[in-house]
């Protein structure tokens, strides 16, 4: 079966400096990988997607992932971040052995931007 | 152009009880998921409707059961509530063929509280 892990729980970051988020994701078979942010009281909205091709994923807001099928790996990257960017990250999987229609997600990364 | 609409936004409940919950897809969407989110947690699949069964379950109790109606609305009920039932219930739908692919919508979900 397959998992998820978000290697923080939080990541304090000060305004306009460079941010990553890691995710690892445990898989024997073919995957399509997600991030997705939650802000207080809402529901989740995609940021980016990784289905095949090119391992360099540009998304909203200046967000981008790279996947590292060695590395088992697609951690979040954004150069500048902003206050408005302070939320919760979710990184997603989902298998061939689910049918791509389960997605298992990881615990979530609080990302705290102060100025 | 109306997103997924989730009712009730929060409910209490009593041990014991049992509750419904209502999930209404984005326009053009034909197939709705469930998901659990406990508090601190990333969101856990509970199952997936489409054409008015339920395609996947996840690793939940058959207290748990869902419906889906002709118009591609869905309910989930929960039966015996139990205190760890407590989270927010978020509804995501997808359009037809979307194999996973990320074309989820997600909800603002549901907030339960069992006491």
């Known amino acids: 079966a397959q998992s998820v892990t978000q290697l923080d729980s939080q990541v304090p970051v000060f305004e306009e400096a460079p941010v990553e988020l890691r995710c690892n994701y445990s898989?024997?078979?073919?995957?399509?990988l997600f991030w997705y942010v939650q802000y207080p009281n809402q529901g989740l909205q995609l940021l980016l997607k990784y289905l095949s091709g090119s391992t360099l994923v540009k998304g909203i807001n200046g967000f981008e992932a790279e996947f590292n099928k060695s590395q088992t790996s697609f951690h979040l990257r954004k150069p500048s971040v902003h206050i408005s960017d302070t939320a919760e990250y979710f990184c997603a999987v989902g298998s061939m052995n689910t049918g791509f229609q389960k997605l298992v997600f990881g615990t979530g990364t609080r990302l705290l931007v102060s100025p | 152009d109306a997103g997924v609409t989730q009712s009730p936004t929060h409910l209490i409940k009593t041990r014991g009880q049992q509750v419904t919950l209502r999930c209404s897809p984005k326009?053009?969407?034909?197939?709705v998921s469930w998901y659990q989110q406990a508090l601190g947690q990333g969101p856990q699949f509970i199952f997936q409707y489409y054409e008015e069964e339920e395609r996947q379950r996840g690793n939940f109790p058959d207290r748990f059961s869902g419906h889906q109606f002709p118009n591609y609305s869905s309910e989930l009920n929960v039966n015996a509530l139990l205190l760890g039932d407590s989270a927010l219930y978020l509804c995501a739908s997808s359009p037809p063929a979307d194999l996973g692919r990320g074309g989820y919508t997600f909800g603002s979900g549901t907030r339960l509280t069992v006491v």
């Open positions: 898989s024997s078979v073919s995957v399509y």
């Open positions: 326009s053009g969407h034909d197939t």
